[in-house]
């Protein structure tokens, strides 16, 4: 049970406004870039810790280069536990943006690829055919090239009997 009056007690945060949000520490960082990567798919195990532990490397070096920002240009630029947040939401979108377009680019190619298989398939066959054409259309030559010389045959006999014929009648 609880003692009277903590049932109404609430937790919140006070941030005063000549102070800025401490940094938090990198293995913090660590531990909430990997809870939150968990939860996609980033391949080996290498490359899932290679990418964790690039996210509060990369959050550091933000925050040094902003240093530097305050002490050339005197501008400020913040970097929060929800600025952390919301790199790590950006890398979860542009690679499932990412893997969308590459998944999209091998449906496409292998969609091209299928219809070359296809296409190919149907040339072998029209070239067989071709190749049957061919032998047949050689036959049909042979076949034409001997009924016209039986026809010039024929066409000599006869006009040798005519010629025989118009000398005996002359």
């Known amino acids: 049970m609880h003692a009277p009056g903590h ?9 005063s406004r000549f102070g800025r949000f401490q940094p938090w520490p990198e293995s913090s960082l660590f531990s909430v870039a990997k809870k939150f990567l968990d ?15 690039f996210m509060p490397y990369s959050f550091a070096l933000v925050n040094t280069v902003s240093r530097k920002y305050l002490e050339l240009d005197r501008r ?5 536990p929800k600025t ?3 790199l790590i939401k950006l890398y979860k979108n542009v690679l499932l943006r990412k893997r969308k377009q ?10 091209g690829l299928n ?5 190919q398939g149907e040339v072998d066959v029209l070239m067989e055919n071709a190749k049957v054409m061919a032998v047949e259309v050689e036959q049909k030559v042979a076949s034409a090239n001997v009924f ?4 010039g045959l024929e066409k000599e006999k006869v006009n040798a009997e005519n ?8």
């Open 84 to 86: 952390f947040l919301e």
């Open 76 to 80: 400020y630029n913040y970097t929060t």
């Open 7 to 15: 049932r109404h007690v609430h937790p919140c945060l006070c941030v």
């Open 102 to 111: 590459t998944q999209d680019n091998v449906d496409r190619l292998e969609n």
């Open 115 to 119: 219809k070359l298989t296809k296409v």
């Open 39 to 53: 939860e996609i798919d980033l391949g080996e195990e290498n490359l899932r810790n290679a990418v964790v532990e």
């Open 148 to 151: 016209a010389e039986q026809v």
């Open 163 to 170: 010629g025989e014929e118009t000398v005996a009648v002359g």
